[in-house]
């Protein structure tokens, strides 16, 4: 009976019948709310964040590690409740298959805003004076060249399964490769490497994120992004070519929830559809964890306590 | 005397055997083609055997001759192929799990070649564990075990592992295990053989003790001659499968059935064998004779330097003190040197 | 030999025919993806779709949806799976408070500490009382308390439940051999199956979360379990049961009481071997959402704190270590059933412990620092491992360069680039004619029907590339790990050291070297190749040091007597009777070799790892498994080749 509680709960308020004994007052039901977390520090000091405001409307809460691309899976089957960064460069394609095939919903957009592309440290300039346009990076390829790319400039790519395009280096006629790390790690491993002994680097990284703090750096700034550049050959510098553009500069964070979220946990869904980060309260989160090096639930309830304001309209507005 | 404690009929073993092919005439004797089928090992060929109370018996052969296969037939470690086994009368054979466990648990102990040892039991918990087995409890079987510590001389060492004792007291444990339920009949399948010389000889002097204390009803195994002699009462000797000949080590050293046996007796130490009511002459009259008598029942070899040291014959006197024969040197020197004689 | 000539002559004129350009399409490459490539096209090699003769992953998406959708598999799994999380809060309630399980409050860490310090005495005395008490203490100082705790909720669920499933499966298939005869194969591949193979099917059918991390954990952890409780039960002398029979046992008394017991070094081999996979599952599980320290060390390798994750990982050796000592020294300790003792005297250690344990509950309150060890007095010295990192990457970096510049151009991309480059049916016929030459007909079949499905199911090339970098790191690992294996071989206590080492360094988790090595070597196939030899060269140390000190002392006196020195002994006794237990840690080396060239897709390589880490994030089950699959036969091929040779060559030897 217990395996479908959920469900029963959910049946039972469809059919008004009031809420179900377990339920607590405020939350809507005692079933926890399954919040999932990333390998990233931003995205889990926000979970702690939204599940320790979830706490105070008297929700219970369990947060859950998951890979960052299955989670949309997990959530349209109720596997995990809500994802708090659906980032528009990396997640957008798994978060819109979860949408057609059904059982999740897309609860708003914050208002941060993200980016992933080529990225450099800042101290790369030096090296090559042009930075960040994208020609002046195509001038310099032989400085990114590795003994093992033949002579051409290497572009240090994040795993395959991040599904970047690989065709605009040909699209462009850059004289680059790019090549795959298998995990973030490698590519903070490529970049502290190649700080350490002042190389020149250039490779994925998105915004925002601890690098910025650490290391400082710029987006390569290709041609900006337009929807035709991906279908439509005869757009943009090269005629014959699709993918000859940059990704999209000002990326969405969407939030994501379970279709039944809203059933169960009215009050909670009602919170998350209000909830709205700042590309600035991002940033702060990351840095309380790779810089100050706080614990994520630590640097969560620091958040709460520095931004009553914030929040507090999230949860107690009266709409 | 009395029922045998132990008896079988026709019973046989034949490996690798489809039970279904069995074929077996009126008294129990297996189709001799069946036995030199493809694929099948007869271990125990057609053996009859009676074992009666008290009674020592040895069973003698090399290795592969289906001696330890036949005790642990009798056992029922391994299920025969055909014939009866009968136990005190009772149908061994037609037993459920339930008696025989029973059975086992009361009326036989085995010791076995490599000891068996459980080697995450003390030797206290190793003998107490037939006992465990029986549900008896802790006090009780603590204290029966600890008996069975002090009968075979091992006071001291309770609480060594296995690993941690020699061959001969790691087999005292073990016999000390199979008397701990002080079962009627004690199978020994080749006990001593694992052990050294000077200790195998010491433990069968032990086991000669005990066997005067307990007087149990036993089934010996072992492949070594003249550990038979020194041991049995009866001596049955086995040969692909088959019990050759069986009877008192004199008669199988005097009158070898077959030309197996006797190749196997024509090594034997006679005088070891041989006692001296078996080569004594019949009291003469008025013969004159040496002072002191030698008893009927000693063995040849423990009279030879006092029979030989005399210059007249030894009379010979049973446990009454009557004078049943006289034994001149010429009988010693016999027994010593029987080839030399038996052209003449 | 001679009579495999052929076989050598029919590949070489196939390797003529394609240089002569008169190879048709159809014996060179199988119709598929990888475009032939010199390094220099690597980064775009993982674009291509590929495309398969069998669909295998089709075959195995439907299969498993239909068990999932149609047999109502998903209904059990996830019952399992809830049943398994409410297990799991209990122990983790009763580590770490909070409300789940059964609403404790978190014990004072004191406590842990005095049960793990009285457990360690009373099972083996102070040495190992300081060892426990000391892992405690470091949890608690380095502020890993709450993640260690959480591995320990986990673990306290995830070893028993293997080990009972491990031992019931394994008696099972003792008494019936069909489930023996059926459960072989399973096994071998199941241990040779890569980690990450495992998780997609596991995600699909468990969810995501702590519990499903344990259940991948468990799944990992029961196959040699299972093994080995077979081995055991096998290998108990027929005398004991019989033995076990005459004391009149029942069956089940027969089991419990003799059988098992007896069974009892391959038993603790069997746990043993359970906990070190559950540990070494700690991180992996933490991919799929199990937490603990496995999870937190994934994070700080996220983060590049590689000192914080050094000492997350140290965590991890101690709580192996620890762990597999009390389970020994539990095991092997004795009841003393002569000594008639008082109670106070016979139950000293509980009585103690539970003075103790009050104690620390009691005086918690007054001082909070018995209660929790408060952050600001945690210590770390992330920082100075952080540095020795840098000076390392500074001042190695430049010197390696050319190293890895040779390295790469004139021996890893030639040797990749000759693999791609031979047809598809001289790769077959060589190993078949290995096969014919260890084994037999049968091995050649087996090891051929093992390639042909890797090429049936499309994933040719990239097997290659995995081969090439498994066999590359082979050869390293024998030409360092030998040397080393037999100087350490010299004296015992070396030995001792060595073998020492090579446990320490099994159970540390292998991400976190990744990590430097890309530092220095940059992300290639060197940095995975270098991380694959780090790990792999392990059994190739421990089987050399194992193979020479286990010559029997007869045969080492007999060498010294016929007058030989330290070389003569060497080469003319230890070397050669050693040899056949050498070449089974070199037979170690290969399968660690291909377990870790999977996670060294972690730096990013082309080859089938990256693809299985494709497939875990696209939760693709058949591509996933199939992938797992050619790992898994690439690997038994080599293993059955190499075990067949050793078992020869021992038997020749007469060390049987």
């Known amino acids: 009976m217990k395996l479908f509680s959920k469900r029963a709960v959910a049946s039972a308020l469809f059919a008004g019948l009031g809420i179900s004994g377990t339920a607590t007052a405020d939350c809507g039901s005692s079933d926890p709310i399954v919040i999932p977390t990333h390998n990233w520090s931003s995205q889990i000091v926000m979970s702690h964040v939204v599940g320790q405001l979830f706490e105070k409307i008297g929700c219970n809460v369990e947060y859950t590690s998951t890979d960052s691309q299955a989670v949309y899976e997990a959530v349209r089957i109720g596997d995990a409740t809500i994802e708090l960064e659906v980032w528009e460069g990396s997640f957008a394609t798994s978060f819109n298959t979860a949408l057609d095939k059904g059982g999740i919903l897309d609860a708003g957009t914050h208002d941060a805003v993200t980016r992933e592309e080529w990225w450099y440290p800042t101290y790369v300039e030096e090296h090559c004076p042009g930075l960040p346009d994208w020609e002046a990076l195509a001038a310099c390829a032989e400085m990114f060249a590795r003994p093992d790319s033949g002579g051409k400039g290497v572009y240090v790519d994040g795993p395959v399964e991040w599904l970047h395009d690989p065709a605009r280096i040909e699209a462009l006629g850059m004289n680059f490769i790019q090549i795959n790390v298998g995990g973030a790690a490698a590519l903070w491993a490529e970049l502290e490497a190649a700080a350490k002994q002042n190389k020149p680097i250039v490779m994925f990284n998105w915004s925002p994120n601890f690098t910025d703090a650490l290391y400082g750096g710029s987006f390569i700034e290709f041609p900006a992004f337009d929807e035709k550049c991906k279908t439509d050959a005869s757009w943009g510098i090269n005629p014959d070519a699709t993918n000859d553009c940059g990704s999209p500069a000002g990326g969405y964070l969407k939030k994501a929830a379970w279709y039944m979220m809203p059933v169960t946990w009215p009050a909670a869904y009602k919170a998350l559809t209000r909830i709205n980060f700042t590309t600035n309260h991002v940033g702060t989160m990351a840095m309380f964890v790779d810089v100050e090096e706080m614990e994520h639930d630590e640097a969560a309830t620091r958040w709460i306590e520095e931004n009553e304001d914030v929040w507090s309209p999230w949860l107690y507005a009266s709409q | 005397m009395s029922e045998p404690v132990i008896r079988c009929r026709s019973l046989y073993k034949i490996f690798g055997l489809n039970p279904a092919d069995l074929r077996i005439d009126g008294d129990g004797v297996v189709e001799p083609s069946i036995l030199e089928r493809e694929g099948t090992v007869t271990a125990v060929d057609n053996v009859n055997l009676d074992v009666s109370p008290g009674e020592l018996l040895i069973v003698m052969g090399l290795s592969g001759s289906g001696k330890s296969t036949l005790v642990r037939c009798l056992s029922r470690l391994i299920e025969p192929t055909s014939g009866s086994v009968e136990i005190e009368g009772m149908n061994l054979l037609g037993m459920g799990d339930r008696e025989l466990i029973d059975l086992r648990r009361s009326k036989m102990g085995m010791v076995f070649q490599n000891f068996a040892l459980l080697p995450h039991r003390t030797a206290l918990e190793n003998i107490a564990f037939p006992l465990q087995m029986r549900g008896m409890k802790r006090r009780d079987y603590v204290e029966r075990a600890r008996r069975m510590i002090a009968l075979v001389g091992l006071e001291g060492r309770e609480n060594n592992f296995p690993r941690e004792l020699s061959g001969g007291q790691q087999q005292r444990v073990g016999i000390a295990r199979s008397l701990a339920v002080e079962p009627d009949i004690w199978f020994l399948d080749e006990p001593f053989s694992a052990l050294d010389p000077l200790i195998r000889k010491e433990m069968q002097d032990e086991f000669l003790r005990l066997q005067s204390l307990l007087n149990k009803t036993i089934v010996f195994i072992t492949h070594d001659f003249d550990e038979a002699l020194k041991l049995a009462d009866r001596i049955a000797i086995m040969f692909n499968g088959r019990i050759e000949q069986i009877g008192r080590p004199e008669d199988i050293v005097l009158n070898p059935a077959t030309d197996y046996v006797s190749r196997f007796t024509s090594d034997v130490p006679r005088e070891k064998v041989l006692r001296v009511g078996s080569v004594m002459n019949p009291p003469s009259e008025g013969e004159e004779v040496a002072d002191r008598a030698v008893d009927v029942t000693d063995r040849v070899e423990n009279v030879v330097e006092y029979v030989l040291g005399q210059r007249l014959p030894v009379p010979v006197v049973d446990s009454g003190d009557t004078v049943v024969g006289v034994m001149h040197q010429a009988h010693v020197l016999k027994v010593l040197f029987p080839s030399r004689s038996e052209p003449a | ?656």
Request: charged share 15%; proline share 4%; glycine share 8%.
């Open chain 3, 1 to 656: 030999m001679k009579g495999y000539a052929w076989l050598g002559a029919l590949v070489l004129a196939l390797l003529l025919a394609k240089s002569a350009g008169l190879l048709p399409a159809f014996l060179d490459e199988l119709p598929l993806h990888l475009e032939k490539s010199s390094i220099d096209t690597l980064g775009d090699a993982g674009k291509e779709a590929y495309t398969e003769l069998v669909p295998f992953g089709l075959i195995l998406d439907h299969t498993f949806e239909f068990m999932r959708e149609e047999l109502g598999v998903s209904l059990v799994t996830r019952f399992v799976s809830k049943r398994l999380k409410e297990l799991i809060d209990i122990f983790d309630n009763i580590l770490r408070g909070g409300r789940k399980g059964l609403g404790l409050s978190a014990p004072p860490w004191t406590a842990l500490l005095v049960i793990a310090f009285i457990l360690g005495y009373s099972l083996k005395g102070w040495r190992l009382a300081l060892l426990s008490g000391g892992t405690v203490m470091y949890f608690a100082i380095f502020g890993l308390w709450k993640f260690a705790m959480e591995t320990l909720a986990l673990l306290a669920a995830a070893v028993p439940i293997s080990i009972i499933i491990g031992l019931l499966v394994g008696i099972v298939a003792y008494r019936k051999k069909w489930l023996e005869l059926a459960l072989l194969p399973i096994l071998s591949v199941a241990q040779t199956l890569p980690h990450f193979a495992y998780l997609i099917p596991v995600v699909v059918f468990f969810g995501i979360g702590h519990q499903t991390g344990v259940i991948a954990t468990i799944i990992f952890a029961v196959p040699p379990m299972v093994r080995l409780t077979l081995l055991g039960l096998q290998r108990v002398a027929p005398e004991i049961v019989e033995a076990g029979k005459m004391s009149g046992c029942t069956n089940l008394q027969l089991l419990f009481r003799v059988q098992l017991p007896s069974a009892r070094n391959e038993l603790l081999l069997g746990v043993n071997q359970v906990i070190m996979q559950c540990l070494a599952m700690v991180v992996i599980a933490a991919f799929i959402g199990a937490s603990g320290l496995g999870y937190r060390l994934l994070h700080k390798l996220q983060s590049l704190k590689l000192g914080q994750s050094l000492e997350i990982g140290v965590a991890i050796v101690l709580l192996a270590v620890v762990l597999d000592g009390l389970s020994r020294a539990w095991a092997e300790k004795k009841r003393d059933y002569a000594a008639d003792l008082p109670f106070h005297r016979r139950f000293r250690y509980p009585i103690l412990l539970v003075v103790m344990v009050a104690a620390a509950y009691l005086l918690a309150p007054y001082f909070p620092i018995l209660e929790k060890v408060p952050r600001d007095l945690t210590v770390t010295y992330a920082k100075t491992w952080d540095g020795l990192v840098d000076w390392i990457v500074l001042n190695w970096s430049d010197g390696l360069t050319n190293f890895r510049y040779f390295l790469i151009v004139n021996v890893l991309a030639p040797l990749r680039d000759a693999l791609l480059y031979m047809p598809y049916p001289s790769v077959l016929l060589l190993v078949a004619g290995l096969g014919l030459l260890l084994g037999g007909y049968y091995s050649a079949l087996l090891t051929l029907a093992f390639l042909v499905f890797i090429g049936l199911a499309g994933w040719w090339d990239r097997a290659m590339i995995t081969a090439y970098m498994v066999v590359f790191a082979t050869f390293i690992c024998i030409v360092i790990g030998i040397p080393v294996g037999i100087f350490s071989a010299l004296s015992e206590r070396r030995a001792k050291t060595a073998l020492f080492w090579c446990d320490t360094f099994q159970t540390f988790p292998s991400f976190i070297y990744i990590l430097p090595v890309i530092m220095l070597f940059q992300v290639n196939d060197l940095s995975a190749i270098m991380a694959v030899i780090v790990y792999a060269i392990i059994p190739a140390v421990r089987y050399t040091v194992e193979g020479i000190r286990s010559i029997a002392p007869e045969l080492e006196e007999a060498a010294t007597m016929a007058g030989c020195n330290t070389r003569q002994r060497l080469v003319h006794l230890q070397l050669p009777v050693a040899i056949p237990h050498i070449m089974l840690g070199v037979n170690q080396t290969i399968m660690f070799a291909f377990s870790m060239v999977i996670i060294a897709a972690f730096v990013g390589t082309i080859d089938l790892g990256q693809q299985i880490f494709k497939a875990l994030s696209e939760t693709n089950i058949g591509k996933g498994v199939v992938l797992g699959l050619c790992v898994s036969f690439m690997a038994l091929a080599v293993d059955h080749l190499v075990t067949r040779w050793a078992r020869e060559r021992r038997r020749l030897l007469g060390l049987d």
